[in-house]
């Protein structure tokens, strides 16, 4: 499944749970028959009775902390590293007064209405479901990386630093000479062989992936690339839970097109680093800028996926077209 | 056999095939490259992959765009749609194993000819590791077919088929890259186990109910 197709559940999901009111019931009292808790709601007088069992957004206050009710839809939904297990659902449940399944759906129902009079759209709250669970996934990582860091794994070998080793590595890739950049560095080549066997082998043990990611922030922390600060205003973006401050360098239908061009070039058994660079790129800048614009769509295809799919859809029709035949194997039909 | 099934079983053979000369084709490739540089070998492996990718995914799209309804005309029923996807699927996840090891055993002669460790060292190990490679597939997919909550012998089954399969890797991945601890192996091996333990196994009810019940390294 695509990253367009998870937007587009997570932007389904909250719009399917219930049918959006046309107009958003305005603030009143709490009836009194509404459990502890409940919303403010109108009711109506002469409303049937069966019309007052359909709002309850049972303990949580959404307009104050939304985060509750994100970490329940997350724990009640879903299973899993970063899902709920029959632990915490029982404790969600005791907590925010949820009596059963049907009536989480209600509550469940209920919150998200209150949200998206909050925010004015569904798709701009399931936006910013998706940028808490962002800061989730990110408070994940920062706590495995105090971990690895406290067992040791950030550790120098021989004398050599995970920051050092990225950069040389960066530089690498970035077309400096090999032996003229451990020259620089004062480091001999077997040193730096065992470093690099050392390094690798941690990377390869720690599965949690603490230390792919710091090498990750300190390989594009020492880009030299045209999109180098774009790379590093992404990471900042990321470790803080917050948007970029820079606007995008290149369009989507560029963005796409860089990546169709590459796509195409593997499935004719062609270099991807000749097709980056037949429109201007390194490795290193496709890096860079897929870096920024992957955080940019994570940050804005909640509320815009619509627009992301329609120029995505767009660029893949334009490259079938710029490539006819590329597919083989369409002589096999059921 | 109804007609939808002989139409199935046909495509489902051309898709065999298919993927099969492909892959020949390839290894015959792999086996008259000579050329120092590898990257061109890189370029062409990258483009077999994805045609064979593309063979495989064919299976499962063209049944969801096509055969199911062809099934359904047919008045045929659940359980025989059922069975009928499933020899796809089947097929499928052959076809992804058998692509993963051509494109070993090509990278693995390449290896053997260069005696280069930056070459050698996962594609020797992967290539001694095949069998238990495709046991922990197996028991992968095993576990996965089952709709949750899975019994605890089907993870305990794919918790050995990890360890075995790492044990081979790493038995052989040490000879070319020494800072693999061998002498150690539990914990290399305890080390790339922990991620499965703490993000999959741990939210196993059958598992956690059984207290846990770790294989010894």
């Known amino acids: 499944m695509g990253l367009f197709d998870k937007v587009k559940g997570l932007v389904k999901g909250a719009q399917n749970v219930v049918q959006a009111p046309q107009q958003p019931p305005a603030p009143a009292a709490p009836p009194q028959n509404y459990p502890q808790h409940s919303t403010e709601i109108p009711v109506e007088a002469s409303a049937p009775q069966e019309d007052e069992t359909e709002f309850d957004v049972a303990g949580f206050d959404v307009n104050d902390d939304e985060a509750a009710f994100f970490r329940a839809v997350l724990h009640m939904e879903s299973e899993g590293q970063f899902g709920g297990t029959d632990e915490s659902r029982a404790e969600i449940m005791q907590q ?25 759209s569904y798709e701009e709250v399931t936006q910013q479901e998706m940028n808490w669970r962002q800061g989730e996934m990110q408070n994940h990582m920062m706590a495995q990386t105090a971990k690895t860091a406290a067992g040791g794994g950030f550790e120098p070998v021989e004398g050599i630093g995970l920051e050092q080793w ?81 606007q995008p360098p290149v369009t989507w239908e560029q963005y796409y097109g860089f990546m169709y061009e590459q796509a195409y070039a593997a499935k004719q058994g062609k270099d991807p680093v000749a097709a980056l660079k037949s429109v201007g790129l390194t490795i290193v800048d496709w890096t860079d800028l897929s870096t920024f614009m992957g955080y940019v769509f994570v940050r804005d295809a909640g509320r815009n996926w619509k627009t992301y799919e329609e120029i995505h859809k767009r660029v893949e ?16 039909q059921f | 056999m109804s007609a939808a099934q002989q139409r199935w079983s046909a495509f489902l053979g051309q898709i065999e095939q298919r993927h099969a000369q492909v892959r020949a084709e390839s ?60 020899q796809g699927r089947t097929l499928a996840h052959r076809l992804d194993d058998e692509r993963e090891e051509s494109e070993i055993r090509i990278l693995a002669e390449q290896a053997r000819r260069r005696h280069d460790p930056a070459v050698s ?97």
Not at chain 2, 53 to 70: C, F, P, R
């Open chain 2, 121 to 217: 060292a996962h594609v020797l190990a992967q290539e001694a590791a095949t069998g238990e490679w495709r046991a922990m597939r197996a028991a992968m997919r095993a576990l996965n077919a089952y709709r949750p909550p899975a019994p605890l012998a089907a993870v305990k089954a794919y918790e050995r088929a990890q360890i075995a399969y790492w044990r081979a890797y790493l038995t052989v991945r040490h000879r070319y890259e020494p800072a693999i601890q061998i002498h150690n192996l539990p914990f290399e091996i305890g080390s790339r186990m922990e991620q499965w333990y703490v993000t999959s196994a741990e939210f196993e009810p059958a598992w956690v109910q059984a207290g846990r019940p770790r294989e010894p390294l």
């Open chain 1, 166 to 246: 990225a950069a040389i590595n960066a530089a690498i890739v970035g077309g400096q000479n090999h032996e003229d950049l451990l020259k620089g560095a004062g480091i001999d080549n077997a040193r730096w062989q065992r470093a690099s066997a050392e390094w690798n082998a941690r990377m390869a043990r720690d599965t949690t992936f603490a230390i792919t990611t710091a090498y990750g922030n300190a390989f594009q922390a020492a880009s030299k690339g045209k999109y180098g600060d774009f790379a590093r205003e992404a990471a900042a973006a990321r470790a803080a839970n917050r948007d970029v401050t820079l």
């Open chain 2, 27 to 86: 290894e015959q490739h792999g086996a008259a490259y000579t050329a120092d540089d590898l990257a061109p070998l890189s370029h062409h492996l990258m483009g077999v992959k994805s045609r064979l990718q593309d063979l495989e995914q064919s299976i499962e799209s063209t049944w969801h765009a096509k055969v199911d309804d062809v099934f359904a005309a047919e008045g045929a029923s659940g359980e025989t749609r059922a069975a009928a996807f499933m």
């Open chain 1, 96 to 120: 925010f007064g949820i009596r059963d399944r049907s009536h989480w759906q209600l509550v469940k129902e209920s919150n998200y209405a209150v949200l998206a009079r909050k925010y004015g």
């Open chain 1, 317 to 332: 029709a334009e490259f079938a077209a710029k490539y006819p035949g590329v597919k083989a194997d369409v002589d096999i």
